[in-house]
């Protein structure tokens, strides 16, 4: 069946650095939505790619969608500590959203 | 955004007892609701899909007399744990599909079940 995988599983960055996850599917998608889930809270989402090669930024969040639709990104500049939290991709297959293994942040002030 | 509610945020039962937990769509109408679970740390896995009127479509793997899903109106489903047993401690997580968003999946705060 469809798989979302997410790396790396944890990072630790000081605040000020940057921080990327990666997202891959084994399957191709037919779009793909990141969530952000702050620390005994829910997933919040944060933005939906849809187009092949699709780049989108929100402040200091930057996303991407890959070529293939197989794969996608979430790239934060320069993080703050309200960056905390465990942030999901979830990719659209055939009729369902399949959500990934998500990355811990933590940002040591 | 979109305020999806659940009901209760925590709860402690026996083994053997049933618990029910809504989720509700306070300010839209929702054809279309998820139920999805999460272990400590991990990911959400989707449970079933919820739609108005009709039968739930469940996942591989997930027992549908153990976990009964009632969609009985556009703004509420209910989530019923039947007979639960201690695997079944979980976090258990609701969303609400907008009509005419772009999929966005509004998601409730959760319900942390406890089963003794």
């Known amino acids: 069946g469809q798989q979302v995988m997410q790396i790396p599983q944890y990072q630790h960055v000081q605040e000020g650095e940057d921080f990327t996850t990666y997202c891959n599917s084994s399957t191709t998608l037919s779009n793909i939505q990141w969530y952000k889930q702050r620390p005994g809270g829910h997933p919040v989402f944060l933005i939906q790619?849809?187009?092949?090669?699709e780049v989108k930024k929100q402040k200091r969040l930057t996303f991407q969608f890959g070529e293939a639709k197989k794969n996608s990104s979430l790239h934060i500049t320069a993080t703050q500590t309200t960056d905390v939290g465990t942030y999901f991709c979830a990719g659209r297959g055939t009729y369902k959203y399949i959500f990934g293994t998500g990355t811990r942040l933590k940002v040591l002030a | 955004g979109a305020v999806v509610s659940q009901h209760p945020s925590r709860v402690i039962c026996k083994s053997g007892t049933s618990v029910k937990i809504e989720c509700r769509s306070l300010d839209f109408q929702a054809t279309t609701m998820f139920w999805y679970r999460q272990f400590p740390k991990k990911s959400l896995m989707l449970m079933a899909t919820?739609?108005?009127?009709?039968?739930?479509?469940?996942e591989q793997g997930v027992e549908k007399d153990k976990f009964l899903i009632n969609h009985a109106s556009l703004t509420l489903s209910t989530l019923t744990v039947t007979s639960a047993h201690p695997e079944d401690s979980s976090f258990y997580i609701c969303?609400?599909?907008?009509?005419?968003?772009?999929?966005?999946?509004?998601f409730g705060p959760g319900t942390r079940l406890t089963v003794l």
């Open positions: 969303s609400a599909r907008r009509p005419g968003s772009t999929d966005t999946q509004y």
């Open positions: 919820s739609n108005e009127g009709s039968k739930a479509t469940y």
């Open positions: 790619l849809v187009k092949s090669g």
